[in-house]
């Protein structure tokens, strides 16, 4: 019996007053593509945020390939992970950023080997034969040493996808990474990641690209307030949407 | 398709015509009053009392090199000293542990909050407060020979300065996206491997300048060692004059030096500013 991937349950997550999760459960099968769709506040983000630790839950819990996250369960209370065993989780997920992040110091190779150089310690001309594959396999190979100022938005995302993959992650999540895109340059982006999810990466997708999803995700799930309102086929929850919110929603967007 | 409509008559075509020089009255005007008070100020000094054959012949004395090199060597370590602790306490500043937090805004405070020559002539004097200083059981010895000119210049300066290069550090990392934080830890480093390692890189392109200034400000500020018979430049121009009574003569020997050395710097600066403007587009100069 496979079990899933990610395993999300009961998640809670406040910004003081505001509750940005509320008992979100879920689970994220290997090699699933989901898309999470919802209007901006509804918590998506700080759901995959969440499960990256780059906000800490509330309440509930969240699995990663079977290992609870961020916390560990001892005599009846839940003691918080050290800052070094997070850091350890967090190399199962990469993370792709709306506004890329790429680090401006460095070139888009530098920026590829940095994590397996510096935080896994591996061999320089091994990582360097790697990182130079991604970028191949992203589309700029002519670009590797080339800083990210002089590379356009759609090209710095690309290099930022790259840099997550060479962690050899086992789940990919994408905040919203063709949101900080000129329109023309959302396609070239889009395009590598449908490459990625026919490679057979798990994914979790944040995106207002409709089109996007109902092409390549597998599963789709709609948010509001916090909360999952609708979830299942891309083709039934864009087409033939059961609750008022999600087809309100819908009708918004296109 | 309608034909282009003619266009009016009375605006004739400019083009081919030059911009004509303007005359620039108020330049010309400024430049010969300045020239007129700088000569005067020329005629004055070379008719006061001044012996320039004395400035000449020290200038290159011997001593006065000696104190230069004396007065660079403090400068440079005590700089070193002042940016170390400076790193150091701008993390601690900004770490989330609140004891850390506390201790590094007291250290500020102290060290700011009191004049840098009180400070130079504590650390002479800490002998009067502790006879014998060391490791209980392990080593001791009397403060008097210990607490050097030399060690007490490094130990006033440095550790004043690294209460205001803290303040600049940190202002460079605050200015570091917060971003590049996350994208740090999402490949999964650590808060001191990410500061090491993406923040303060970058934070340097943004602290260089200001950081440029301190030193600056360091090589003057170790003219204030001499009250504690640090053998520095001006220290020992004034050991000098002592001697032949030619005050004036030698401060304009220590003066010249200090803007010699301070004019040397500013291209150091430029080519450090490069160094770390690695991958952002250049603002015009």
Avoid at chain 1, 115 to 127: F, I, N, T, W, Y
Avoid at chain 2, 107 to 120: H, K
Avoid at chain 2, 240 to 249: D, L, T, W
Wanted: proline share 4%; with cysteine.
């Amino acid at each position: 019996m496979t079990k899933p991937l990610v395993a999300i349950r009961s998640v809670a997550k406040n910004f003081g007053e505001f509750q940005a999760l509320r008992s979100v459960s879920l689970d994220v099968w290997p090699g699933e593509v989901m898309c999470l769709i919802g209007a901006s506040g509804s918590g998506k983000t700080t759901l995959l945020r969440c499960i990256n630790q780059l906000a800490a839950i509330d309440a509930g819990g969240i699995w990663l390939d079977g290992e609870l996250l961020g916390v560990r369960e001892q005599g009846g209370r839940l003691h918080r992970l050290s800052e070094r065993e997070i850091g350890r989780q967090r190399l199962k997920t990469g993370m792709v950023f709306q506004r890329f992040n790429l680090f401006p110091h460095k070139t888009a190779l530098e920026n590829v080997t940095e994590g397996p150089l510096q935080v896994q310690g591996r061999k320089s001309d091994e990582v360097r034969a790697e990182a130079l594959e991604l970028l191949r396999r992203v589309g700029l190979s002519a670009k590797a040493d080339a800083y990210p100022a002089q590379l356009s938005g759609g090209q710095q995302q690309r290099v930022a996808i790259a840099r997550a993959l060479a962690m050899k992650p086992m789940l990919m999540l994408f905040d919203e990474p063709t949101s900080a895109l000129d329109p023309e340059l959302v396609g070239e982006v889009l395009a590598v990641m449908k490459e990625l999810a026919k490679s057979g990466m798990t994914m979790m997708v944040v995106t207002h690209e409709l089109g996007f999803a109902r092409e390549v995700a597998d599963r789709v799930v709609y948010m509001d307030q916090g909360a999952i309102v609708e979830q299942g086929r891309a083709s039934d929850v864009l087409g033939t949407p059961r609750e008022e919110r999600t087809k309100a929603f819908l009708s918004a967007v296109i | 398709m309608k034909p282009e409509p003619a266009l009016a008559e009375g605006f004739p075509d400019l083009s081919g015509m030059q911009i004509a020089r303007e005359p620039h009255w108020f330049r010309w005007l400024s430049a010969a009053l300045i020239t007129l008070v700088l000569a005067a100020i020329a005629r004055a000094f070379a008719n006061g009392q001044i012996e320039w054959s004395y400035v000449s012949r020290f200038l290159t004395a011997k001593v006065i090199l000696e104190g230069i090199v004396n007065t660079m060597v403090m400068a440079v370590l005590a700089m070193a000293l002042g940016i170390f602790l400076g790193i150091v306490v701008a993390i601690m500043r900004l770490s989330p542990n609140p004891v850390l937090k506390t201790v590094a805004a007291g250290y500020t405070w102290l060290f700011r909050g009191t004049p840098l020559i009180l400070q130079l002539l504590l650390w002479f004097n800490l002998a009067l407060v502790f006879p014998t200083i060391g490791i209980p059981g392990l080593w001791s010895a009397r403060a008097v020979d210990v607490m050097t000119p030399f060690l007490a210049a490094l130990l006033g300066l440095g550790i004043n300065q690294g209460a205001y290069t803290s303040e600049v550090m940190r202002a460079g990392m605050l200015s570091v996206d917060i971003g590049q934080y996350e994208a740090a830890q999402a490949i999964g480093m650590g808060r001191l491997r990410a500061l090491r390692r993406i923040v303060l890189p970058q934070a340097m392109r943004v602290v260089i300048p200001p950081l440029g200034n301190e030193f600056i400000g360091m090589v003057k500020a170790t003219s204030l060692a001499s009250v504690i018979q640090y053998p520095e430049l001006l220290h020992n121009a004034e050991n000098i004059y002592y001697a032949n009574s030619r005050v004036i003569e030698l401060l304009i020997v220590a003066g010249l030096w200090y803007l010699l050395v301070v004019s040397i710097l500013t291209p150091l600066q430029m080519l450090l500013e490069r160094r770390f403007a690695r991958g952002t587009l250049q603002l015009s100069r």
